[in-house]
């Protein structure tokens, strides 16, 4: 069975400030992809990043950065310098090969206030 | 490309009452999923399209649900007798992908918000 849990389930910061994500999961397959969706107060889940199971590599795009560690079963995510616009709920979701269901945490919801 | 959309975005019946959604994915799209959220969690999976093939199942979809994608283009999730415990925002996404790939990025749409009183 897979699991993914987000163990902070809100966190609250003022604008500018770094603000990092835990993502724990657990899988038997040595086979997997990791997500990020950012779920705004619309509703609408939208995609920030996949990650592979062979590829640990750390990534960033702009404000955003990534942090893979198979070693924890982490899928950590940090916001920097994080604006207004952050505020949402960040899911953190796990597929299995040959899977196609994203088995989902149960959220952070981040408000970053002025 | 005007995104996934989902109609209606709210529907408010009576228990004992069926419900029908609809889901139209991004049209190159051949992939259509379905999941549940409830308040405070994450969505769940209820189930996949392939084109107009239903490949996976959860077993959360119990028998009073019913999803349909007739000819691989929008797809229909109906409730049948809907229960309280039926009230939920039911998501549909959609993605591209062989048979055989995996893990493709799916787009949602905003949801239908159920409330069964």
């Known amino acids: 069975a897979q699991k993914v849990t987000q163990a902070q389930t809100e966190i609250s910061v003022v604008e500018k400030e770094d603000v990092t994500l835990d993502c724990v999961y657990e899988t038997r397959d040595t086979t997997y992809y990791l997500f990020w969706y950012k779920q705004p107060p619309s509703g609408e889940l939208v995609f920030l990043i996949r990650?592979?199971?062979?590829?640990?590599q750390n990534e960033i795009s702009g404000r955003y950065s990534w942090n893979f560690q198979k070693s924890t079963s982490s899928f950590n995510f940090t916001i920097t310098a994080s604006q207004v616009v952050d505020s949402a709920v960040y899911f953190c979701a796990l597929s299995v090969f040959s899977g196609y269901a994203l088995n989902f945490g149960k959220g952070t919801s981040l408000l970053v206030t002025p | 490309d005007t995104g996934v959309s989902q109609d209606p975005r709210h529907k408010i019946t009576k228990r004992g009452q069926n419900v029908t959604f609809r889901c139209d994915p991004i049209?190159?799209?051949?992939?259509l999923y379905w999941y549940r959220q409830t308040l405070g969690q994450g969505p769940e999976f209820l189930t996949y399209f392939q084109n107009e093939a239903q490949l996976e199942k959860s077993r959360l979809l119990s028998d009073r649900f019913s999803a349909e994608r007739p000819k691989g283009s929008f797809s229909t999730l109906e409730i049948q007798r809907t229960e309280q415990g039926d009230s939920a925002m039911y998501l549909c996404?959609?993605?591209?992908?062989?048979?055989?790939?995996?893990?493709?990025?799916?787009?949602f749409g905003q949801g239908t918000r159920l409330t069964v009183v």
């Open positions: 996404a959609s993605s591209s992908g062989d048979r055989d790939d995996w893990g493709t990025e799916a787009f």
């Open positions: 049209s190159e799209h051949n992939r």
């Open positions: 990650r592979n199971s062979f590829d640990e």
